[in-house]
């Protein structure tokens, strides 16, 4: 059974400071590996993607992948409120075109 | 961000009857996936679709599930026979163009069996 595993939260932080989501998975075989977000009501948005180990930033977010440890993380600097959401891992196992399996997500709460 | 769009947005049905969710992936792409979020759980694959044929399927998409592409473009999933427990809300995805792997999500219709 593959899994993706999180903290459900919540996760508070103060404006302006880094949140950081944790995400572990099961099968080494897994290739691509995905945070989503998702505010309350409203569908997952893709905000990350990071295929090879290391480090993946892209404006505000950097997400990092060690596939030795089976975890990916993602960091939020200077947290604003609007990033107040769930914040969603997906795991891609088979190949470029398989299903993504998805963690229960992270509720993150950013307060002014 | 290419758009995938779904209608209707909210269905209300009965326990029992047919219901038919509706899908346009972003164009020119042979992929398509259907997932589901029943309420406060997690995301669940249901099933993708490749070329007129399922590709892939999760233990969740039994007999009462199925999916077709009744036109060019759009794609459709039924259930047959609703039940309490199909409440939820279905996202229809579709890959990005640029990068493997990636999906978009549709914005979701809410089913609500009664």
């Known amino acids: 059974q593959k899994e993706v595993e999180q903290n459900s939260g919540p996760l508070s932080v103060p404006e302006g400071a880094i949140a950081s989501l944790n995400c572990t998975y099961s099968d080494r075989g897994s290739q691509s590996f995905f945070w989503y977000r998702q505010y309350s009501g409203k569908s997952p948005e893709l905000i990350m993607f990071i295929y090879s180990n290391g480090d993946k930033e892209d404006g505000r977010f950097t997400a990092q992948l060690n596939k030795a440890s089976q975890y990916v993380s993602l960091l939020i600097r200077d947290s604003q409120p609007s990033d107040s959401a769930t914040y969603l891992c997906?795991?891609?196992?088979?190949?470029?075109?398989?299903?993504?399996?998805f963690g229960k997500g992270t509720k993150l709460s950013v307060k002014p | 961000e290419p758009e995938v769009t779904q209608t209707p947005s909210h269905q209300v049905t009965q326990m029992g009857q047919e219901v038919i969710l509706r899908c346009v992936p972003i164009s020119n792409h042979l992929y398509f996936y259907w997932y589901r979020q029943i309420l406060g759980q997690k995301v669940e694959f249901l099933v993708s679709f490749y070329n007129n044929e399922i590709s892939e399927k999760s233990e969740i998409f039994d007999d009462q599930f199925s999916v077709e592409r009744p036109d060019g473009s759009n794609f459709t999933l039924k259930i047959r026979s609703t039940k309490l427990e199909d409440s939820a809300m279905y996202f229809c995805?579709?890959?990005?163009?640029?990068?493997?792997?990636?999906?978009?999500f549709g914005p979701g219709t809410r089913l609500t069996v009664l």
């Open positions: 997906a795991v891609n196992y088979g190949g470029s075109q398989g299903n993504l399996i």
């Open positions: 995805a579709s890959p990005s163009s640029g990068v493997a792997g990636t999906q978009y």
